[in-house]
């Protein structure tokens, strides 16, 4: 293998601070989210257009997104092994936003299905390598605060999605929401086309290894198989809640749909967004003492707010329920940093792209094409009403518990593995 090329002190001084690289990636993020959560903000409005269903809705918002964005996903996380992170991101993101603004244009559910199918392609050139660029730019003592920060987007997105965009199209039409949500996003990929640069010179870099070598040696890693299996069951527990939580006060407080995406944004989104900060904090001081700290926090606050959301979803009080979000959305904010923190500190830097790409293939499999689609299908098959969207949600939330006990279990081999495959690359 041909070695990376170190900076020179004039190329030093040219890079962007790694904090203005965090801000614009956590810009970058807010759209990656606030596009992907729109659609669930407008449910209602969207079935009384088209005539659609639940379970429609629910292959909208899982299937028809997640596919292309798993199968594009690795290929594009090996290029950003070998080429530039900062413009296979913006890249990324000008093609996404393209397609949200396309959103407003359908005519149906086939070119709904398409647009989705777009975002998911667009939006599969983000995640991997945003965690691999800011894995170079911040120590492993401070990645915790680092991705907590860039974890903001999704609830900042999220809050977008639900809140924003509804009374955007309550005042203008749901299409004209499609179209404000999508141009900043073009804008944003314009100037990351520019700002975001490589901490260091990756333009000789080569990697000998085939996808296939790296996913076996991978599979041979303990700690990366129950980090991902406990990474995608509870991603599977949150996502299908988070997709059909506005929906689900609808339905049972008799709110309206703005109403409850804006409960839903206020309530779950800014607690979690408060618990996304708190828990990237707390992952990083324990990460100083263990590295088994992490992941150890991200299963209790896991299973602690799944059984919360268990609570929310058979509340009968919208009171009540606006209550329970909040502890809901604290505990369930930050977990996921853990399990990010710990991946990059397990992975080495010559494949970790590549190895969190594979990763991200399978918990978004895993979370995002069963989680919404499933909870639909079961509501639809309890005849699409009040109680019926409460028995699909109680399908799919309990494996939160599951995910949290994996979790755990990843703790016992996380130092050992990562000093084996650091051995592996010496």
């Keep these: 293998m041909v070695g990376l090329k170190c900076v020179t002190e004039t ?114 050139a983000l995640l991997a390598p945003a965690y691999s660029l800011l894995s170079d730019y911040f120590p492993p003592a401070k990645r915790g605060v680092a ?9 900042f997105g999220q809050i977008g999605g639900y809140a924003v965009g509804p009374a955007i199209a309550n005042s203008f039409g749901w299409q004209t929401a499609f179209f404000a949500m999508g141009l900043p996003g073009i804008v944003l990929g314009i100037i990351a086309l520019f700002a975001l640069r490589e901490p260091y010179n990756r333009t000789r870099a080569v990697i000998p290894e085939s996808l296939a070598a790296i996913v076996r040696r ?62 990237g904090a707390i992952s990083d001081r324990l990460a100083v003492r263990s590295p ?17 959301i268990l609570f929310v979803t058979w509340s009968d009080d919208f009171a009540k329920s606006k209550l329970l979000a ?28 590549t190895a969190t790409a594979s990763f991200v293939a399978v918990t978004t499999l895993i979370g995002l094409l069963a989680g919404p689609w499933l909870a639909g299908t079961v509501s639809e098959l309890f005849g699409d009403a009040e109680y019926s969207l409460r028995l699909g949600l109680s399908v799919t939330i309990p494996a939160g518990f599951v995910a949290a006990v994996f979790l755990w279990s990843s703790a016992r081999n996380l130092a050992g593995e990562r000093n084996k495959l650091a051995a592996l690359e010496s």
């Excluded at 606030?34 to 005539?51: C, H, N, P, Q, W």
């Excluded at 991705?147 to 609830?155: D, E, H, K, Q, R």
């Excluded at 609808?250 to 967004?273: K, Q, W």
């Excluded at 700290?293 to 799944?306: D, I």
């Design 326 to 353: 909040i502890p809901s959305g604290l505990l369930g904010g930050g977990w996921s940093v853990g399990v990010m923190a710990s991946l990059q500190f397990l992975l080495p830097d010559r494949y970790r792209a």
């Design 292 to 308: 088994a700290g992490p992941p150890k926090l991200a299963a209790a606050s896991l299973f602690a707010a799944t059984l919360c």
């Design 218 to 279: 991978m599979a041979g890693i303990k700690s990366y198989l129950t980090l991902m299996i406990g990474m995608g069951l509870g991603t599977l527990s949150g996502v299908s809640f988070g997709f059909w939580g506005p929906t689900l006060f609808v339905r049972n407080h008799g709110v309206s749909e703005a109403a409850a995406s804006n409960a839903f944004a206020a309530y779950f989104g800014l607690s979690g967004l408060t618990g996304m900060l708190i828990f």
């Design 147 to 155: 991705f907590s920060i860039l974890g903001l987007g999704t609830y």
């Design 11 to 124: 190329e030093k001084k040219a890079l962007p601070s790694r904090w203005l690289v965090l801000f614009l990636l956590l810009l970058i993020f807010i759209f990656n989210y606030a596009d992907r959560f729109l659609i669930s903000g407008l449910v209602g409005t969207i079935k009384a257009e088209f005539g659609l269903g639940d379970s429609f809705m629910g292959l909208l918002m899982g299937p028809a997104f997640v596919v292309l964005y798993v199968l594009a996903g690795i290929p594009i996380a090996r290029l950003a092994d070998r080429r530039s992170r900062g413009v296979i991101i913006a890249v990324g993101c000008l093609v996404w936003s393209l397609f949200t603004g396309m959103t407003g244009l359908a005519v149906g559910p086939l070119s709904l299905a398409f647009c989705r199918v777009g975002v998911g392609i667009g939006e599969a």
